[in-house]
C-alpha cells in the first residue's frame, strides 16, 4: 500500500523571518511547505497547486489575508486557513472566522501553538469529509430491502442502522439532536427510524 502524500502547507506572510520560521519548522514535523512573500503571490500560487492549509498574515501590503482567504475558499472550500495576526487587528481576524477561516494566531507566537492549530484544522477537515460521507450514505439508501436482505443494498442499511444508532446514543435518544449531527430534518430522522426499526427510546439514559 503506497503511503499517503504530505500535507501540503503554503505560508503566506511579508516578513521574511516569519517565514524562515514557520516553513523550517513546519518541515521538521514532515509538511511539505512552500512560502508566498505577499498575497498576490499566494493567490498565483493558489491557483495552479491545491494546499491543504494556508497560514497567511493578516495585514500584508496590496492584498490582504483577507483577500488570501476569498481566493482560498473560491478555489477549495475545504483548504484550512489559518490567518496570523499582530494584537491591534484581532478584530479584523475574528472578522475573517466568520467568513470562514479556521483560527487565527497571534504574533509572536510559538511553533508548538501552529503545529496544534494545524492538526486541528486537519482534523475537523476530515471529520466534515466523513460526515459528508456517511449523510451521503443515509439519504441514498436504497429504498425496497429490508435489512435482513443480502447484498450490497443490505449491508448499506445495515451501515445506516448502525450510523442512526450511534447518533441515537450520542444524543441520548434526542432525535431533534440527532437530526442535527446527521444534517438532515427531523420529519426525515423520524421516517429513516421507522423503516429501520429503531427507537428513540431505547437510547435515552435511565
Known sequence: MSEAPPV?????????????????????????????????AAIERLSS??????????VMPRVSGLDVLAAVHELDREAVVVLMTAHGTVENAIDALRRGAFDYLTKPFELKEVLVTVERGLERRSVERENRKLR??????????????GGLAGARL????????????????????????AKISRPNMHKKLRILGLDPNAFKAG
Open 8 to 40: 501540503r502547507v503554503l505560508v503566506v506572510d511579508d516578513e521574511e523571518s516569519v517565514r524562515f520560521f514557520l516553513t523550517r519548522g513546519l518541515s521538521r514535523e514532515g509538511y511539505a511547505v512552500e512560502e508566498a512573500a505577499d498575497g498576490a
Open 136 to 149: 451521503f450514505l443515509v439519504e441514498n439508501r436504497p429504498p425496497t430491502p429490508s435489512p435482513a436482505s
Open 158 to 181: 445495515e451501515f445506516e442502522k448502525a450510523y442512526l444508532g450511534d447518533l441515537l446514543r450520542r444524543t441520548r435518544g434526542n432525535v431533534t439532536k440527532a437530526a442535527a449531527l
Open 49 to 58: 497547486v491545491p494546499f491543504d492549509v494556508v497560514l497567511t498574515d493578516l
